[in-house]
C-alpha cells in the first residue's frame, strides 16, 4: 500500500537543489519535523516515497489527541497542508543515497531530484514484520492489524488470533482480553512462547485467552473483512480478525551507509535527538529513545520530531554564527 | 485565565470513590494519558483546575500537528471529549492533598470529591513567570505571549520586546528575528545578560536586533491588542508585541508533598516515565525528560503522556497477577 501522488509537482531534471535541511520521511515524525523547522523559517525539503509512513496505513486512529476517528491517510494530509503551508517543499521520491559533501554538507539523491542539505533529519520509521501469506495485504485494516495498542478496541465482543511469541504478542493478547474480546486465540509457530513468564501468569488468569502451539497460518480468507484463519496443519479458526505481533523492523539502510551509530538497529541518539555524526538528527520509530516497542506511537514521534527540529535549527543559527555557510 | 466549568457534574459528596488510575492536571499530557489508559480499559480520573492547562491560554496553535489553526480551549474541548469517550471521568477540581493509603494507594483529595487510586500519573505542567505588570493579563494572547517557539511567527513585520536575560529571551529574539520581525528590541533589567555567549555573537549579527539594559517594564498599554510598553525610567517604546521570557516554574508541589525525587524541581523519571516511587508516573512540562525548555510542547507533552499511561497500564496488570489487588 505505497501511496505516489503522480499529482504532486516533482522536479525530475538533474539540477541539484541547496536547501538548509532534508528531512527523510512522510510519517509524522518527519511531518512534524518538516512543521516546526519551517515554521521556524529554515528552508526545508522533506522527501520520502510511503504517503504518511506506518500512519498512512491506518483506516482508522482514534489514538491521537485531537481526533476522535480519522485515517492515517487524512491526517497525513493534515499534517502535509501545515508543513507546505510555512515553506516546507515535499517531495515523493525514492532516495538512492545520501553522501557526505563539501562544507559539511549532505547529498540526497533522489530520483525526483538532487538536495544538498547543512543538515538532516532521518524520519525513516519502521516496517512491521508481515506473516507473508495469502490474504493478509487484502485484509489490512479490514481484520488485519500489526498494532494492538492501536487497534484492540475495534475488536470488542469480537474473536481474534493473536500471531506471535513475543512481548508484543503477549501484550497484545493482554491489551485485546482487556478491552473485552469475547475469545482470543494466541498461536505459536513452535512450541514454546519467547515472552516474559509474567504475562504468560496474566494469560493464565483469563477465561477468554486460549494459547496454542505449533500453529502456522498459511491463509487468511474473508469478504470483506476477516472471516477465517487457515493453518498449514489443515485446521482453521473462525476469527473477525488477526494481530500480527511477529516484530518490526527499522529501516536504518540509509543512517548505516551514512556511519550513524545504532543500538540494537535502531539510531542512537542523546535526549536533544542528536546523532554521533554533527548535523543528523533522528526522530520517530527509527530511534532508540523509544525504549518500549508498544509505545512506538503517532504522538511519541511528534514529540521526538519537536526536539529534533529545534536542535536542528540551533545546529543551522550556530554554522551561521561561526561563518560556515 | 483559569476556567472553572460550572455545567459540569460534579460530585460535592463526602465519598470516596474508588478507581485504578489517577491523572492529575488538565493539559495535553494528563488529557492524553487518560485517553491511552481509558482505552486500554483502565478507570480514570483526571483531575485539576485549569482547563488545558498552559495549552488553555493559547489563543491561537499552528504547530500541533494536524490542526492549522485552533485554539487552546478549542483542542482542549477535543482532546477532553475523545478522552471521555472511553470512559475517563473529568472532574473540576482544586486538589488539596495527595496521601499515600493502604495497600499501595493513594488518595487524592479534592474540593470536588475524594479518589482512591492504585496509580498516579502526574500531568501537572509548568506555569510562566509573569512579568507582573498592569495590562500583561489584559492582552495575553494579544501581544503578550510566554512562548517564542510558539508564536513568534504571528510578529512578521510586527515590532516587539523581548523581556529576559537568559537563553530563553536569547533564542526566543533570534526566532523573531528569522521569521522576519521588523524591529527587536531585546530589554534586560539590568546591565548584562545571562544567556550563552553564543547567542549574544549571533545577535549582534542581526539588523533588526537592539539590546537595552537597565530597563524595567512598568505597564503594557494598548486597545484591542498591545501598542506600547513603559519603562519605570519614564521611557517607552511603541510595539505590537512583548515576549516575557524570564522563566517558568514547574507545578512540582503535590509530587513533593508525596516524596518524589526532583531534578533541578523538574519530577524525575527515566524513559518509561516512572518516578522514584512505584505506581507513581510523570508526564508532560513538569517531567526532567525534556532538556531543552524550548521543547517544552504540546507535541512533546502528548509523547511523554503515550508512555506515562502504557507503563501505568502494565503497572496495573502486574498488580492484578500478583494478587494485590
Not at 80 to 107: D, H, M, P, W
Not at 124 to 131: A, D, Q
Not at 191 to 219: P, V
Amino acid at each position: 500500500m505505497l501511496i505516489l501522488t503522480p499529482k504532486d509537482e516533482v522536479d525530475e531534471s538533474s539540477e541539484t537543489h541547496e536547501l538548509e535541511l532534508g528531512i527523510v520521511g512522510h510519517g509524522p515524525a518527519g511531518l512534524t519535523a518538516a512543521l516546526y523547522a519551517s515554521r521556524a523559517a529554515i528552508s526545508v525539503a522533506c522527501i520520502g516515497k510511503d504517503y504518511g509512513g506506518a500512519m498512512g496505513l491506518a483506516l482508522e486512529i482514534e489514538n491521537y489527541p485531537g481526533f476522535e476517528n480519522i485515517s492515517g491517510i487524512d491526517l497525513t494530509d493534515k499534517m502535509r497542508a501545515q508543513a507546505e503551508k510555512f515553506g516546507t517543499k515535499i517531495v515523493y521520491g525514492e532516495i538512492s543515497a545520501i553522501e557526505k559533501a563539501e562544507g559539511n554538507k549532505f547529498l540526497i539523491k533522489s530520483d525526483m531530484g538532487n538536495y544538498l542539505v547543512k543538515a538532516l533529519i532521518l524520519a525513516t520509521g519502521g516496517r512491521h514484520k508481515e506473516l507473508d501469506v495469502p490474504g493478509e495485504k487484502d485484509f489490512i485494516g479490514r481484520g488485519v492489524s500489526y498494532c494492538a495498542t492501536c487497534d484492540a478496541p475495534f475488536f470488542k465482543e469480537k474473536t481474534v488470533v493473536v500471531a506471535g511469541s513475543g512481548d508484543a504478542a503477549a501484550t497484545g493478547t493482554l491489551a485485546l482480553s482487556d478491552v473485552g474480546a469475547k475469545k482470543i486465540y494466541w498461536i505459536s509457530r513452535s512450541d514454546y512462547l519467547k515472552c516474559e513468564r509474567i504475562y504468560i501468569d496474566r494469560e493464565e488468569q483469563r477465561d477468554n485467552i486460549e494459547i496454542l502451539f505449533n500453529k502456522q497460518i498459511s491463509e487468511i480468507k474473508g469478504t470483506n473483512t476477516v472471516e477465517e484463519i487457515l493453518f498449514s496443519d489443515g485446521t482453521s479458526l473462525k476469527a473477525d480478525g488477526i494481530f500480527a505481533e511477529i516484530g518490526s523492523l527499522p529501516n536504518n539502510e540509509l543512517a548505516i551507509a551514512l556511519g550513524v551509530e545504532l543500538e540494537e538497529d535502531l539510531i542512537k541518539t542523546d535526549d536533544d535527538c542528536k546523532t554521533n555524526i554533527p548535523g543528523i538528527f533522528a526522530a520517530g520509530d527509527v530511534t532508540s529513545k523509544i525504549k518500549n516497542p508498544l509505545s512506538r506511537q503517532i504522538t511519541t514521534s511528534v514529540g521526538l520530531a519537536t526536539i529534533a527540529a529545534i536542535s536542528a535549527a540551533e545546529y543551522l543559527q550556530a554554522r551561521k554564527t561561526m561563518k560556515e555557510d
